[in-house]
């Protein structure tokens, strides 16, 4: 099993800038795509961000232009850049690494752990 654990998080301003981190431990060579997700309160969790190992990127239309996510496949760490942070980005972000299986569909290599608050004042 794959162990994730996030970091960065915190309270900024509306405007403000954060960076988020993702390091992932243990059976890392099947990981072929990370991506962020997040879930505010008494919402469901939601797609952020994604970057496969080759570095393709896609973004929920909410944060398109404002974040950037990253990778360091060397040390399997994920990064997610905030910009422009708004109180709608309040949540609890989490991390998370998945392959495809035979069919292209996410076969996620880890549970979800504790994840990093991220809170946006206005």
């Known amino acids: 099993q794959v162990q994730l654990v996030e970091s960065g998080g915190g309270l900024v301003q509306a405007g403000g800038f954060l960076i988020l981190a993702c390091a992932a431990s243990g059976i890392t060579f099947a990981i072929d795509t990370m991506g962020w997700y997040r879930q505010a309160p008494g919402k469901q969790r939601e797609l952020v961000a994604t970057?496969?190992?080759?570095?393709?990127?896609n973004y929920a239309a909410a944060v398109k232009g404002r974040f950037a996510i990253s990778r360091d496949n060397a040390s399997t760490t994920v990064y997610l850049q905030m910009n422009s942070l708004k109180p709608e980005d309040t949540a609890v972000y989490y991390c998370?690494?998945?392959?495809?299986?035979?069919?292209?569909?996410?076969?996620?290599?880890?549970?979800w752990g504790q994840g990093t608050q991220v809170t946006v004042s206005s």
């Open positions: 998370n690494a998945y392959r495809p299986d035979r069919l292209g569909s996410p076969q996620f290599l880890s549970g």
């Open positions: 970057i496969s190992r080759g570095g393709i990127t």
